[in-house]
Every structure is written in structure tokens, then in C-alpha cells.
């Protein structure tokens, strides 16, 4: 079975806070996705990856940043959180042209 | 860009059918999807269609017209369990990685 992993599940950071939210995935996937997801707005395109070191801005970057040093790991990085990022997050990979696994989220609340 | 949409909510009884219908807007179309998703977990895959026409997969199926920009995911015998959100998303090949845009996704709710 593929398995795509977040390390945390509930996450409550402070205002100003730098966070940091893994992702890691096992079927040697060449492309990874960060996704928020928020009422009435489905899921939203962060960033993405399809190589290792490789990275590009999805429709949402802002105040965001991700980082790929191996192929099996992608990590989101919220340079400064604000109240307005509390969300739930969601790591997907896939190959080129296969449907995307998702990890079990992270629901983060910046107070 | 892409343009998805796709009812917010429905509601239908156990044993029927439904239809679960979806339009989109995109430059690079490379093919659809529908997941499910129970409230707070994560979507998983139902289907897939990259061809026109309807593909199968046991109490569910998911329909495809790229000419019209529309699809529909359709689930029989319904069961209480079917209750979850129904996303339908589009794969850009123009956009890099072969990236998937989801719509808002529709709340189904099955009652008794």
C-alpha cells in the first residue's frame, strides 16, 4: 500500500512562530503537493514538486515556503505564522500521471 | 487557469441512486478524478477517467465528456456510509508536475 505520512496530526502554534510540516512518502513518488484546506474553499495548491529540489508555486504561496532535499520528503515551512493560516494541511504524491495519495493532514491552529 | 465546480451540497435516501455532477475549465487538461472524503480524514481515490465515456467500479461510476467539460460521479444502492464529501479535481498538464486542482467539493448526506 502507498503511504504517505505527516508527522503531526494537530498542531497549535504561537503568532510569529516558525513551523514546520513533514511529509514523507514511500512509493518513490516523483511528485509531491502541499494543499490547505478550508470550508467553502476545497483544497487549494500551496506549492509542488517534481523533483528533488525541485519547486514551484502553487495558487496560494504566499507566506509559505517548502524545501525537497530527498525524493521521499517534502516539508512545508510557515515563516511566520499568522492566525489566518490555522487550516487543515494536506500532502499528496503521485507519478506523472497517477491519482494523487494523500496523507492524513495536519491541522494546525496558529493562536 | 482552472475553473471547477460542482454542487455544495446534496441529499439523497439509502437504496437510491445519485448524481454527483461537475464542470470544468482548464487549458491542459490531462484528465479527472473524483475522491471521497469523510469529515476529517484524509480524500481517498474513487475514480478516474481520461477518455470520454463511463468508467465503472462497482456501486460506483464516473462519466466523462471533454467536449462539454463535464463529468459526473454516480453512486447506487446507496449506503448510510456514502455520507462524505465528493471531490472532483482536474489534472493541468500545462501547469507543471501534472498538478491536480480540486473543486470545493459536494457534502453528501444519506438518510434513512
Known amino acids: 500500500d502507498v503511504k504517505v505520512t505527516q508527522s503531526s496530526r494537530y498542531l497549535v502554534k504561537r503568532t510569529g512562530e516558525k513551523v514546520f510540516l513533514e511529509c514523507v512518502q514511500d512509493?518513490?513518488?516523483?511528485?509531491m503537493f502541499w494543499y490547505r484546506q478550508d470550508p467553502g474553499l476545497g483544497l487549494r495548491l500551496i506549492y509542488f514538486s517534481y523533483d528533488v529540489k525541485m519547486k514551484e508555486k502553487g495558487d496560494i504561496p504566499e507566506g509559505y515556503s517548502v524545501s525537497r532535499e530527498k525524493k521521499e520528503r517534502f516539508s512545508l515551512i510557515l515563516e511566520s505564522a499568522s492566525t489566518n493560516q490555522t487550516s487543515m494541511y494536506l500532502c499528496a504524491s503521485s507519478e506523472e500521471v497517477s491519482e494523487a495519495f494523500f496523507g492524513q493532514g495536519t491541522r494546525l491552529t496558529v493562536v | 487557469g482552472q475553473n471547477i465546480d460542482q454542487p455544495t451540497e446534496m441529499t439523497a435516501t439509502e437504496g437510491a441512486i445519485v448524481q454527483i455532477n461537475c464542470t470544468y475549465q482548464?487549458?491542459?487538461?490531462?484528465?479527472l478524478f473524483w475522491y471521497q472524503q469523510h469529515a476529517g480524514e484524509a480524500p481517498t481515490f474513487l475514480s478516474y477517467?481520461?477518455?470520454?465515456g463511463l468508467e465503472e467500479k462497482g456501486r460506483f461510476s464516473s462519466f466523462l465528456s471533454r467536449s462539454k467539460g463535464y463529468s459526473y460521479l454516480l453512486l447506487k444502492e446507496l449506503q448510510m456510509k456514502d455520507s462524505a464529501s465528493y471531490l472532483c479535481a482536474v489534472r493541468d498538464h500545462q501547469t507543471g508536475a501534472n498538478n491536480l486542482f480540486f473543486g470545493t467539493g459536494t457534502r453528501l448526506t444519506v438518510i434513512p
Open positions: 477517467n481520461v477518455l470520454d
Open positions: 512509493m518513490d513518488h516523483e511528485n
Open positions: 482548464t487549458s491542459g487538461f490531462n484528465g
